[in-house]
């Protein structure tokens, strides 16, 4: 069975880092694509980043230079490491995986989410 | 970068149909998926590349996309249908070096 668990939410101060992390069961994040959605409260979704099972990463404008996104093989796990957060970085955090269908993709599985709060 | 438009809410009685637009410019030459998000639940992907359903979504539900618009259909609408509901593409940039994923505003579908 496929499953997500995403951890690493808190309440952080703005100008602070965090990283979430995604623990993926029943396939390997390595032979996968992978992303990061967000959802402030209240609103709608809002895709934050890619990794392509070959590695290359991908970011919205929003986090360009500020969120990574990786995998650690070792322990079947996507990460995003975001820096220099800010107020409006306030979100849940989803992580997905990416169904790829010929040249097409898709968010198939997503995990429950874990909150990140920035404020002082 | 790229812009998807759907409307903010839209009710509809039980056993009507409900069409939801989502609109964008010459979407009909993307690939649009769709994601049912209920209160307090992550989103499910309901339609994928269009207009196929992925294992377990009821066929009462449906993807079609062309020119301007694509549209989520869903038939004899249920109370198990109201939720809210995003379309989504991926925008490779002027350059087409870029993977960015784009998503609609979201339609909360409320069954009156």
């Known amino acids: 069975e496929v499953q997500l668990v995403a951890t ?4 952080i101060q703005p100008g602070g880092s ?7 069961s029943g396939f390997s994040v390595t032979s996968n694509y992978m992303s990061w ?3 402030a409260p209240g609103k709608g979704l809002e895709w934050a980043s890619l990794i392509y099972s070959g590695g290359s990463t991908y970011y919205a404008d929003s986090a360009k230079g500020r969120f990574t996104i990786s995998r650690d093989t070792s322990k079947n796990t996507v990460h995003l490491q975001m820096n220099s957060l800010r107020a409006e970085d306030t979100a849940l955090y989803y992580c997905a995986r ?3 269908t010929g040249s ?3 968010l198939d599985y997503w995990g429950q989410g874990t909150l990140v709060t920035v404020s002082s | 970068s790229y812009v998807l438009t759907q409307p903010p809410s839209m009710s509809v009685a039980p056993g009507q149909t409900a069409r ?3 609109g964008g410019n010459n979407i009909g030459i993307k690939t649009v998926h769709w994601y049912q998000q209920k209160p307090g639940q992550a989103p ?3 339609i994928n590349d269009d207009s196929d359903r992925p294992s377990g979504i009821p066929d009462r539900i449906s993807g079609s996309n062309s020119g301007n618009t694509a549209t989520l259909t869903i038939s004899r609408v249920e109370a198990g249908d109201e939720a809210d509901y995003f379309c989504q593409v991926w925008d490779t940039g002027s350059d087409h070096n870029d993977h960015q994923g784009v998503f609609g505003g979201g339609t909360k579908l409320t069954v009156l």
């Open chain 1, 37 to 39: 959605v967000r959802q």
């Open chain 1, 98 to 100: 990416v169904r790829v």
């Open chain 2, 44 to 46: 499910v992907l309901v």
């Open chain 1, 104 to 106: 097409y993709f898709s």
């Open chain 2, 20 to 22: 939801i637009p989502c």
């Open chain 1, 8 to 11: 690493g939410g808190a309440l």
């Open chain 1, 18 to 24: 965090l990283r979430l992390s995604c623990v993926a």
